[in-house]
Every structure is written in C-alpha cells, then in structure tokens.
C-alpha cells in the first residue's frame, strides 16, 4: 500500500479516490491484526484443570487446533481454542424437573452452526457435546457473525429498510450479507430487551407526577400473521378482481401494534387561557402563555404479539418500577378507546393504586370540529370560535353542559337524521366521557392534558419505519424492530447493547458450566 502511495498512480488521483482506496486497505490491516490477535491467544491459551458442563460430566480430554469461522467488521477470521471432550461412553444425565441446564442458545433461522469441526462434536462420545472455554473468553456469538455486525444490524435495520441495511452495513465494513440474515441479526439482537427494561431500578423521585399513555396503530402483516378476527375479515373477503379491488378488499390487511409510554412529569399549572384564550382577553405586551409540564425518563415500549390488557400490564410494571410504594400521584391520558380505560381500571384495582384516567383534549376538540359543521359551512370562520368556546367550557369543567348546549341548538334548528350527524356524535362522546374530562383539576395540579408524548411515539415507532412502502411484516420480524426502535427512542441502545452481551456470556457459554473462571 506504500508504494502504490508512493506511485505515479496514487500521485494523479483524487482524494476522494484516496480516501476510497485506504478504507479498503485498512479493513484488510485491521483484520490481519485481528487475526494475528486471534493466533496469539490461541498460542497461549492453557490447559484448564478441571472442566465440568452444567450437566455435570467432566471433560478430562483436551484437543488442540478446533477450529471455527468468524465474520468481524474487518472481514472472515479464524478462531483457535481447545476443545475439552468427555471420556468415550460417558452420557450426561437426562434432564428431568429438577435439574436444568440453563437456557440454550436462541434456535431458528439466526440459529448456525459455527464450528468449523462439528462432525467431531458428534462422534460416539457425541451424547456429552464438547466444551470450549476459549469461546466464553471471547465470547464468541452463537452466529458466525461478530457482536459488531450484528450491533450494526440492530442500528441500521432499527432505522431503515433491512435491504437499506445490508447495504449500510456493506458500505461501513466491506462484509456482504444477505437480507434475511440482517433480518435475523436484528432480531436476535432485540431478544433481550424487555428482560433489560424488567432488570433496570429507577432512582425515587417522589415529587414528580408519574406519566402514563397508551395508542394503537396498524402495521401492514403478511398473510398469515394476522390476528384471527382480521384474518377471518379477510377470508370473508374472497371476492377477487383483476383490475381494481373488489368491495372489502384491502391491498394490505393490518394488525394493531399497541404503544404505551410511561414518564416522570415536573407538574406545571396552568389556567384555561393558557390552553385556549377567550374572545374577550386583551393580552398585555409581551405576556406569554405558561408552558407545559416538562417530561423526562420517557419509556417507550410497543408490542405486536400482546392485546391492550397485557400491554397495559407492561405499562403498570414500568410504573410500579419507579414507584414500588405507590407514593407518587399517577396520571394515565388516553385518547378515549374504551378497552383501553377498562384495561387501566382494571390494572388500577388489582395493583391497589389509584390512578386518574384524563381523556386527550385534542380528540375532544376533534369531535367538537364534528358538531360544528352541523351548523357552520365548512371554512366558515365563525366555526372556529365556535369550538373555542364549547372547548374553553369542557376545560372548566362542564362537558355536560356543553352537550346539552349543542343538543339544544340543533334541536332550535330543527334538524334532522344525517343532518345533525355531527352534533349527535360530540354530545354522545362528552356525555360518554365526562368521567375522565376533569380538566379544571388537571391544570390546577400542573398535569397533562393531551397525549403528544404517544402520537409521537406512535408516528416514529410505527410510521417512520413500518410503513416503509411495499413493507408487509412478519411477527417476529416486526416484534424486533419495534423492540429495537423503542430502546433508540429511550436512549437506552449502548446501556441495553452491554446487558445484551452480558446475557449472551451466560446463555451460550457460562450456563454451559458448572463454574467458569474467564480469567484462567
């Protein structure tokens, strides 16, 4: 590489054409140190005294020169280490209901065989597999692919397309994989993502109100992931045509991915013209509204295989998490979905915590939008102080009398049927949800009002990257990258990638052992 620098060839071109060639060149330094590396320890590695698997035979017998593949960001290497083998005829005792063996490596297609010398581990003593403490010192991943492909998998198939991804990952590193392989790399990388968040212990924070919301939307599955009553909505759907849809014929049938945030809010109060100013306020020069509560710790979590009741217990477990004691006051905001009320009631009862449940203003204010073109042309401006005023008497309280105040004028006009479609909905919602529009104790305690923090999240988590066009999900594949796009929301990814590779030591090498010194 000197001398090509140094050449008449290297003199005449670009920088950018430099640059290009010194990339490839230092991958090839790199993995020529790493492999260098790789001999060295396996040069040196010793002979163990004693080596007994969590099935508790020994393996007196030791062979040097196994030998398996690696793809690490610089490209293939070769790992050296000792195998440790049992005496011919001995058998590990079958497992029976007292005696676990810890779990094994995660199966399916992620799932490969990485040793180069697998035949041997299946010979006549193949009944006690063989042991490779070298492996658990390096840590050596169950797929031929490195923690650090697979870290880059995790990010690029969080943030783009999984062939968007291969390609990312073809460009940083040079290494080649296929896309159902990021797919599966992702995948296994987010397989231990609610065991971090169930693991992690928050600092108290009494003097803070705990945040809860939860939303729905829908991802595009493939056939066959659908939930059964979708499934059978689209069975009963058999009609076919060639040239356009036929009626009840969607392009691509949808299963809900529940959402549910959990966060600590810093209250701020506020009155109704904070929210909504009325007609007749004359504002001072330079008077602003007050701002809004100020939220942090946000926890994001999303979940395609779960219904709302079992989500909505996920959110509680967050929440107990920060308040094991119930100390704080907890304040859930829902968009008005009744599953999801009876599902908070619900968890609320059983874990003996009160919880106040505030129905989002901004639905509010959408079915408001419905009554007032029941008495307005649309685009009429009256309309809009119209809804300011039915909206500032919902946030003082009054939801009821706003009801009656619209019935009331849509009866004086006398209309009917279709007609007054608009206004029927509205006063049928406020009355509905009068329970949960207790608005005025809201902003007097500082609370939230509105569920930005969810419709955002909704928007990232699920629109931003599932609804990439031509995109139809598996489960699996769509659970992982909710799971994966949810930790890069919290800001968790490099906590979450150190427990990950902590849980891969023990899953595929230290519960393999009755007891492993690493550094033997």
């Known amino acids: 590489m000197v001398d090509w620098l140094d050449g008449a060839e290297a003199m005449s071109a670009g920088h950018g054409d430099l640059e290009e060639r010194l990339q490839v060149h230092s991958r090839e330094t790199y993995r020529l140190l790493l492999q260098g590396h790789l001999d060295e320890r396996a040069r040196r590695e010793l002979r163990r005294a004693e080596v007994i698997g969590s099935d508790g035979v020994p393996r007196p017998r030791v062979e040097n020169g196994h030998e398996c593949g690696l793809t690490s960001v610089f490209g293939a290497v070769t790992v050296t280490r000792k195998a440790y083998r049992a005496t011919p005829g001995a058998t590990a005792p079958r497992p029976g209901p007292a005696q676990a063996e810890g779990p094994a490596p995660e199966q399916g297609p992620a799932r490969a065989d990485r040793t180069a010398d697998a035949a041997a581990d299946r010979t006549t003593d193949a009944a006690v597999r063989n042991l490779y403490p070298g492996d658990a010192v390096l840590n050596l991943p169950p797929m031929r692919a490195s923690a650090g492909l697979s870290r880059l998998a995790a990010i690029e198939a969080a943030r783009g397309s999984f062939e968007d991804a291969r390609a990312a ?77 036929s009626p009840g014929q969607k392009h691509g049938r949808k299963r809900m991915a529940e959402i549910v945030a959990v966060y600590d809010l810093a209250p701020q109060p506020r009155t109704i013209d904070d929210i909504i100013a009325a007609r007749t306020t004359t504002r001072r020069a330079g008077k602003t509204r007050r701002p809004g509560p100020v939220v942090t710790g946000k926890w994001l979590h999303a979940n395609v295989t779960d219904d709302i009741p079992a989500v909505v217990a996920t959110m509680f477990d967050e929440a107990e998490r920060r308040d094991p004691d119930h100390q704080r006051t907890w304040v859930a905001l829902v968009d008005g979905n009744n599953q999801q009320i009876d599902a908070i009631t619900a968890q609320a009862q059983t874990r003996k915590v009160e919880v106040t449940i505030l129905v989002d203003l901004v639905h509010v204010l959408e079915y408001l939008w419905k009554a007032a073109w029941t008495f307005f042309r649309p685009g009429d401006p009256d309309a809009e102080t119209w809804v300011a005023d039915h909206a500032r008497t919902v946030l003082a309280g009054r939801a009821v009398d706003a009801a009656a105040t619209i019935t009331h004028q849509a009866d004086t006009a006398a209309f ?58 598996t489960v699996p594949g769509a659970q992982a990258v909710l799971r994966l796009r949810a930790v890069f929301a919290n800001g968790d990814f490099d906590d979450y990638w150190a427990w990950h590779q902590q849980q891969e030591l023990h899953r595929n090498h230290l519960d393999h052992y009755q007891k492993l010194d690493l550094a033997a």
């Not at 990388?189 to 924070?205: G, K, L, Q, S, W």
């Open 169 to 245: 990952i073809d460009r940083a590193t040079g290494v080649r994989l296929g896309k159902r392989q990021v797919e599966n790399l992702a995948r296994h990388a987010a397989a231990d993502v609610d065991d971090f968040y169930t693991a992690r212990r928050h600092e108290p924070c009494p003097d803070l109100v705990l945040g809860l919301q939860c939303d729905g939307k829908g991802i595009v599955m493939r056939p066959g992931h659908l939930r059964p009553g979708t499934a059978k909505a689209a069975a009963k759907a058999s009609t076919r045509q060639s040239t356009r849809l």
């Open 416 to 473: 009917r049927g279709r007609e007054r479609t608009g206004a029927d909905e509205a006063v049928a919602y406020l009355q509905r949800k009068a329970p949960h529009l207790d608005y005025p104790t809201a902003l007097t305690n500082g609370w939230q009002i509105a569920t930005g923090i969810i419709e955002g999240a909704a928007r990232f988590l699920i629109k931003d990257r599932m609804d990439i066009t031509g995109a139809r999900w």
